[in-house]
């Protein structure tokens, strides 16, 4: 019979704050989640093809753009699995995934290029192997051009392609259409193993969609697009879902920038993208209407103490812990603190796991909670230097954005945090276990 402290044991190690989460049935919804809204749109886009061209459509599918914006550990990841479950029980889309950050990609470096040449690899597993290898080599030279020899073959290039895994809590096996390409690639993330494909790194300039490089690459693409949907009975249209762009700070405004604003190659694609974006200030993301994206913000859970309890409630249950192993003081103080972003509650929730584990204690009490809080501070804390709590301080006066270097690192870190605007404008406020020390400093200048 498994003991008390052994479900704790178990909860703490299946407690994975830099994952995004695996089992969908803890997912917590809000009332207007990223997913359901952005399902919406893919919904009506969908509806106004098969309205133009019937179910059997051999005429233009949609290809939307929509980014998902937000600071590192609002929920991105999440609801983009989410998007996928939803998108997979629907049906009316072939969908793809790709996770740049589980392939190995370094986020802070990749290009419009990268995401647009990474998506139709993923589409090529969907194809027989002689189709694919055919279809990979014009995809390589529009690429690479004459690089292109340098990127490997498509089974090497295909198996070191991670995309999001198996997802508990989702359809298993809906719509997969894995081919024996794909099948070669292991299409399932193991946890803990990094793949890799080769990227043409050496260039030196974003490759506009106008441009004679970024033609060859986008008929190239729309070639793998129509033998992915030829292969399809209804010849539904595609959609790419892809993660992993969020792992960087201060560099998140300007490689924004570059990938989605400098060019319009990934919105020029021809397929539907649901991209979780870099987690840049949103100050910085007002260029991509005109570049075509729509895009909506995942805030976390400002304002939903409710919820954030339930998502603790939801993992102590899955680990058949009874209620009273959790204090209600102890969660009110977690979720307080949490400045409701959902990575920085499972952070502290874990750090509060580990307190209890090391006292031998049954109950995950208000004690342990203070201890897991100050210590999650003090991470939070660390490496800040005077500029940034010069911006601090100026957030915490002025609920408005510095436009400061160090802002970008700040919100993207978590410790700058955004709300949802009650009128027009987002207000800006500093983290609140970081919001006492602000004020004690703002205090000492007034005395």
């Not at 998007?83 to 802070?108: H, N, Y």
């Not at 792992?247 to 539907?272: C, K, S, Y």
């Not at 969660?331 to 502290?348: D, Q, S, Y």
Request: net charge neutral; glycine share 10%; hydrophobic share 45%.
């Amino acid at each position: 019979m498994t003991t008390r402290t052994e479900k704790f044991q178990r909860l703490w190690a299946e407690t994975r704050p830099d994952k995004p989460l695996a089992d969908l049935d803890l997912y917590i919804e809000l009332d207007e989640s990223p997913a359901v809204l952005i399902l919406r749109q893919l919904e009506a886009s969908v509806a106004a093809m098969r309205g133009r061209h019937g179910r059997h459509s051999s005429g233009r599918a949609p290809v939307d753009k929509h980014l998902m914006l937000g600071c590192r550990g609002g929920g991105k990841s999440t609801e983009l699995r989410r998007l996928k479950r939803e998108l997979d029980q629907q049906g009316a889309f072939i969908i793809e995934t790709v996770d740049l950050d589980a392939t190995g990609v370094t986020a802070s470096q990749v290009s419009a290029a990268d995401v647009v040449y990474m998506c139709a690899l993923a589409l090529l597993r969907r194809l027989p192997p002689r189709s694919a290898e055919a279809l990979f080599e014009r995809l390589k030279r529009g690429y690479a051009g004459r690089h292109a020899g340098q990127l490997g073959a498509l089974s090497d290039t295909l198996a070191g392609l991670r995309g999001f895994g198996a997802l508990a809590g989702a359809v298993a096996g809906a719509g997969s259409g894995l081919s024996a390409v794909g099948a070669a690639a292991g299409g399932v993330l193991v946890d803990g193993l990094r793949g890799g494909i080769a990227l043409w790194t050496e260039r030196k300039s974003a490759v506009l969609e106008s441009s004679p490089e970024g033609q060859d690459l986008l008929k190239a693409c729309a070639g793998i697009v129509t033998a992915v949907r030829d292969a399809d009975e209804t010849r539904r249209p595609v959609c790419l879902l892809v993660d992993g762009l969020e792992r960087m700070n201060g560099e998140a405004n300007d490689r924004f920038r570059i990938v989605f604003e400098h060019t319009g190659l990934i919105a020029e694609a021809p397929w539907t993208a649901v991209i979780a974006a870099p987690p840049s200030t949103l100050t910085a993301t007002g260029g991509t209407a005109a570049m075509g994206y729509g895009t909506t913000i995942v805030w976390g859970f400002p304002d939903q103490p409710a919820l954030l309890t339930e998502m603790i409630h939801a993992r102590r249950r899955a680990a058949g812990l009874p209620e009273s192993s959790m204090s209600d003081e102890a969660i009110a103080a977690m979720v307080e603190a949490c400045g409701g972003l959902p990575r920085h509650l499972m952070e502290i929730f874990k750090l509060g796991l580990w307190s209890v584990i090391g006292a031998g204690d049954g109950v995950l009490d208000e004690q342990h909670a203070r201890r897991a809080i100050r210590a999650f501070g003090q991470e939070l804390a660390r490496g800040l230097d005077e500029d940034d709590f010069a911006t601090l301080k100026r957030v915490r006066r002025t609920g408005r954005l510095p436009q400061r270097s160090q802002s970008a690192s700040l919100f993207a870190s978590g410790r700058i945090l955004a709300e949802p605007p009650s009128d027009l404008l987002i207000r800006y406020r500093v983290h609140p276990i970081l919001e006492p020390t602000i004020v004690a400093m703002l205090d000492a200048e007034k005395a």
